[in-house]
DNA sequence: GAGTGGTCTAGACCACTGT
DNA sequence: CAGTGGTCTAGACCACTCC
């Protein structure tokens, strides 16, 4: 976008737009209630249907809407998110030292559904591919080396919805001599990741989660099942051992509708002999 | 949105859109190189020019093109996002203790942006106002008592668009005691909030980033000068001293488009005397 | 069946961009 | 200036929901 220049009047969709924005943020319209039809908006601002209609459109595309065809859009309620907290790295780590009959099918990413387990459409597939330039670069190695990839995603079989998805990479040195890690048939991972980093003698020291958003394609809209002017939280996990190298990457997506990631950092302790005013 | 029932055959403008986006990721079409023309799409797929439109206006939503108003639409070059990492708290903590000549105007915000400080517009402003109700179940006290509140904006004076933007806000019984702090001739307060706290005795222990993304309004894509399809970084930063007591709250907003946030784990070390193989 | 919004057309006007 | 996309109109058809 250029600097302002001379400034524009806003055209006739965004007045009708900011208008009903206002009504729904000063608490006029709630939660659940049905906005003005097309032609009621038109009439009241004389102005044609289609330009009533792209005023709607607007507030769907910034989420504050839902609905439509052939129900009237009604203001949308906040919805529920899911936190998905830091503190699951640490504990993903403790459940890897864990017998193996509790570790089970205790899979981290489902748990926090509230939809058990047995009702879950898994599905997890490997291949080994070389890596392009950006991944190579994080994770330290050679241009074109060869890394074990699991695409993971998961389904709600009601809904036919996705769930959780991500694909994460390791080094295929970091893994051959273990070839169980390679086995479709292992899923998912029992214990996780973190797990599987240990049978190959990996510790995992730190992880640094990189985040950030972006719209989702249509194609994705449709594969989580997702309301218009939601955008996906797109995560990437780096997974670093006891020796400072990248062992692991994940690349993860979340409907922003309906998670919250949650980060908590420890400070290090002040000094007991501190100025109390600086 | 209801689960699937009878697929529908996707409407033409979305069969335009995602043609066009297809051509894109392969790398026929690379950053920077124009789309076809509005007229061109409408006859290639033999549709009206409204519905090529359309087409063009679903990928602007999707933040994969940019530009129109006399120019041809182009592919949006992945722009840079500037990090900003939780290491950012340790930081700003460490800064609290150091001299009051160091720690002079080095806004931790600014920083990082690359333009240099004098140039830049500050605005913060303090007032007192009573809690609604999620931020008094936050901070632990009771509905509508009184907090500092203190909105901060950093504007681009060159441009006229926003570079930074958050709002905090800190317990009134705790800061009475420093009338300081709510004087607003102390702009940008020396140190951090980090050191403010520190004036009133409180040492910042922990910090917690709640993060999710929405789509901006209108009113913020202008202010933030923002394209189409750029969803905004919302981040809740929830401060909590050492005997865990949250002490103050700051909602930050990020256009996703130029923001990387970082958070970084440090997990516990294994015992010596653990099991290769679980 | 009546009413809704979603899609699409055809065409007008305007603001802006390049030359 | 001609060419572009953005806005807006008027009207048609369809899929869907609710009564």
Do not use: C
Not at 34 to 42: G, I, M, S, Y
Request: overall charge negative; aromatic content about 4%.
């Amino acid at each position: 976008m250029e600097p302002r220049a001379t400034p524009v009047p806003p055209p006739m969709q965004v007045r009708i737009a900011d208008d009903l924005r206002i009504k729904i943020e000063r608490g006029d319209l709630e939660a659940g209630d049905p906005l003005p039809a097309v032609h009621e908006l038109a009439r009241r601002w004389s102005t044609s249907e289609g330009t009533a209609r792209s005023a709607i459109a607007l507030l769907k595309q910034q989420g504050l809407i839902t609905g439509g065809r052939g129900r009237a859009p009604v203001v949308r309620a906040r919805p529920v998110r899911v936190v998905r907290s830091s503190d699951r790295h640490q504990a993903e780590k403790d459940l890897a030292l864990t017998p193996p009959e509790r570790r089970g099918r205790t899979g981290a990413a489902e748990t926090d559904m509230g939809i058990p387990l047995d009702r879950l459409d898994f599905s997890a597939t490997y291949d080994t591919v070389s890596v392009d330039e950006s991944l190579a670069s994080v994770l330290n190695i050679d241009n074109e080396s060869e890394v074990l990839r699991r695409v993971y995603e998961l389904v709600n079989p009601e809904t036919g919805y996705r769930l959780a998805w991500s694909v994460s990479y390791i080094p295929l040195d970091l893994v051959h001599e273990n070839p169980e890690l390679l086995d479709s048939k292992n899923e998912p991972w029992p214990g996780g990741t973190m797990h599987q980093l240990l049978t190959v003698g990996i510790e995992v020291g730190s992880v640094v989660d990189e985040v950030s958003a972006t719209m989702p394609t249509t194609a994705e809209q449709h594969l989580w099942g997702l309301d218009d002017g939601v955008p996906m939280l797109r995560v990437r996990r780096i997974s670093i051992d006891i020796s400072g190298r990248p062992v692991e990457i994940s690349d993860a997506d979340y409907p922003a509708d309906r998670t919250e990631l949650r980060f908590t950092t420890q400070l290090r302790k002040w000094p007991k002999s501190r100025s109390a005013n600086g």
